[in-house]
C-alpha cells in the first residue's frame, strides 16, 4: 500500500495543476464544448458565429449569479466559523496535548485523518481546519524531535474528510432539501424531506461509520513503519511553522498597561454570552418548531458562531481568529466564481442534463440487460454521474441547483425513494473531492504543502473507497 501511495504522489506532481489553474482550464473546456457541441435547442439553432457569444453571456451570468454568490457566503462562513472553533484555546491546547502523546508516523496519520473525518461529518470547515491545525502541530512535534514524519501524507490525511462530509450534518444538499423541498426540472415542486430520511437514516449511518473508520485504517499503511529521521520533512516543518503555534491570546499583550472602556468591551465576556444566549434560544426555538428539518446550512453555522463565540471568550480574540481564516478562504473566493461560471454553462447549455440524463438512461438498459430492477442500477448512476459533474462544480449546493431537479425527476418516474437519490448525488459529489484540489486551499495555506504533493494520495483513496460506496448504495437503502 505504501507503494501504491508513493506511485500516486509522484503522479499528482507530475500532472496536478494549482487549484485556479485547473478552475480556469475548466472553464475553458467547459465553454469550448458548449459551443462546439450544443447540447440546449437554442444554442443548437444557432450558428457557430452566434453561439460563442451565446455561450460567453451564459458564463458571464453565472460568474456573478446572486444566488451562488449568497451561498459561497454561506460557504464562506461555514469555513470562518469552523476556524473560529478550531482556533478556540481550548481547542488548540487540546489539539496540542494530543499531539504531543503521538510518537510514529502511523500513529500521525491515522490520527489526523480519523479527527478529519469525525470533525468533517459534524462540519466540514470545521473538520477542515482542525485537522489542518493538528497536522501543523504535529509536523512541528516532530521536527522538534528529530523524527520521521512525511508531510505530504499527513496533509492528505487531513483532507480525507472532505470525502465523508456530505453524509454528515453539513451536508449541503439534505440540509437544501430539508429546508426547501425539491424543485424538479418538470417545473413541480416536492415537499421538504425529514432530515431522518437522509443524513440521519440506517443506510447513511452505517456508511459513514464504516468511512470514519475504514479511511483512517487505509491512510496508515501509506505511512513508514519505521521511525528514522527525515530531514526533508523537519526542514519543511520548520519553514512552516503550525498556524497558531504562538498561542498566546493577542488581546492580553499590554494587559498591564491602563485600559480604556474600549479595551475592556473588546476584552469582556459578556458580551459573546449574551450573543450567544440570543442565538442558543433561537436556535432551540426553531427545533421545537421544525424538529430534525430546522438543521440547515444557516442552522449549522448558528451552532459554530455560538460555540465559537463562548470558547474564545471575548470578541477580540473571536475576531483575531477569524481573521487569521482570511489567507484560507482568499483562494475560495477567487475561485468560486469562476466554478459559478461553469455552473451557469453547464446547466443552460445543457449540459449537466445530457451528462446526468445519459448514465440515467444507461442504467435502465443495464438493468434491463440484467434482468434486476432500474431502482438497483439508478443509484449506482446518479453516484458516478455526480462525482463527474463535482469536477466541474465542486460545490455540494451549487451541484444540487445543476444535478439535483434531474436526479429527482428519475426518481420520481422511477418509484425509488428521493432520501436515496439525495445521498447518491451526496455520495458522488464527496467521493471525487479527493481529486478536486478546490477545498484544499485552506490546507495548503496552513501547512505550506502543495497540492501536488498530497492529492496522489487521495486518489488512491478515492478509487479504494468505490467499491464501499456503491455497495452501500445497493444494499443499504
Known amino acids: ?31 469550448i464544448s458548449a459551443v462546439a457541441v450544443p447540447q440546449h435547442e437554442s444554442l443548437v439553432e444557432q450558428s457557430l458565429l452566434h453561439r460563442i457569444p451565446a455561450v460567453a453571456d451564459l458564463w458571464l451570468n453565472g460568474l456573478w449569479d446572486a444566488g451562488f454568490l449568497t451561498f459561497a457566503l454561506q460557504m464562506c462562513f461555514v469555513l470562518l466559523t469552523g476556524f473560529a472553533l478550531a482556533k478556540a484555546p481550548p481547542a488548540v491546547r487540546l489539539l496540542g496535548r494530543l499531539a504531543g502523546r503521538i510518537r510514529t508516523e502511523r500513529a500521525a496519520v491515522t490520527w489526523t485523518a480519523a479527527l478529519s473525518c469525525a470533525g468533517c461529518w459534524i462540519n466540514w470547515g470545521f473538520g477542515l481546519i482542525a485537522a489542518g491545525v493538528f497536522a501543523s502541530r504535529l509536523r512541528s512535534e516532530f521536527a522538534a524531535r528529530g523524527r520521521r514524519c512525511h508531510g505530504a501524507l499527513l496533509v492528505a490525511a487531513a483532507y480525507v474528510g472532505m470525502m465523508i462530509w456530505h453524509g454528515g450534518l453539513s451536508g449541503s444538499a439534505p440540509l437544501k432539501v430539508a429546508e426547501s423541498g425539491i424543485a424538479l426540472a418538470n417545473g ?56 497558531g503555534s504562538n498561542e498566546r491570546d493577542r488581546t492580553d499583550i499590554g494587559a498591564n498597561e491602563r485600559q480604556t472602556i474600549a479595551d475592556r468591551l473588546n476584552r469582556t465576556a459578556v458580551l459573546p454570552v449574551l450573543v450567544a444566549a440570543v442565538g442558543s434560544i433561537a436556535l432551540v426555538n426553531t427545533v421545537r418548531r421544525h424538529g430534525s428539518a430546522a438543521i440547515d446550512l444557516n442552522f449549522v453555522n448558528t451552532v459554530f458562531l455560538v460555540a465559537g463565540l463562548l470558547l474564545h471568550g471575548n470578541l477580540a480574540s473571536y475576531v483575531a481568529a477569524v481573521g487569521e481564516s482570511g489567507r484560507a478562504i482568499a483562494g475560495i473566493v477567487l475561485q468560486f466564481p469562476f466554478y459559478a461560471g461553469i455552473q451557469g454553462v453547464m446547466q443552460d447549455a445543457g449540459i449537466a442534463a445530457w451528462l446526468s440524463s445519459a448514465f440515467l438512461d444507461g442504467s435502465v438498459r443495464i438493468a434491463d440487460a440484467l434482468g434486476v430492477p432500474a431502482t438497483v442500477t439508478f443509484p449506482i448512476a446518479t453516484f458516478l454521474s455526480a462525482g463527474i459533474v463535482n469536477i466541474f462544480v465542486p460545490s455540494g449546493g451549487g451541484q444540487w441547483i445543476v444535478q439535483g431537479p434531474i436526479v429527482c425527476e428519475a426518481a420520481q418516474a422511477l418509484g425509488a425513494p428521493f432520501g436515496q437519490a439525495v445521498m447518491a448525488l451526496s455520495y458522488g459529489d464527496e467521493w471525487t473531492n479527493m481529486i478536486q484540489p478546490f477545498w484544499a486551499i485552506p490546507l495548503m495555506g496552513q501547512t505550506g504543502v502543495n497540492v501536488r504533493e498530497f492529492m496522489g494520495y487521495c486518489a488512491l483513496i478515492m478509487l479504494l473507497a468505490a467499491p464501499v460506496y456503491l455497495i452501500a448504495l445497493v444494499t443499504l437503502y
Not at 4 to 12: L, Q
Not at 15 to 27: E, I, Q, T, Y
Not at 195 to 208: A, C, F, P, R, Y
Open 1 to 31: 500500500m505504501k507503494r501504491f501511495g508513493a506511485a500516486f504522489a509522484r503522479w499528482s506532481q507530475r500532472w496536478m495543476p494549482d487549484p485556479f489553474v485547473l478552475a480556469c482550464g475548466l472553464s475553458v473546456f467547459v465553454i
Open 188 to 243: 413541480k415542486t416536492i415537499a421538504p424531506i425529514s432530515i431522518d430520511e437522509m443524513t440521519l437514516s440506517t443506510g447513511n449511518l452505517v456508511l459513514s461509520l464504516v468511512l470514519l473508520v475504514g479511511v483512517p485504517l487505509l491512510i496508515r499503511q501509506m505511512a513508514s513503519k519505521t521511525d528514522a529521521a527525515d530531514r526533508a520533512s523537519i526542514e519543511s516543518a520548520v519553514a512552516h511553522p503550525p498556524s
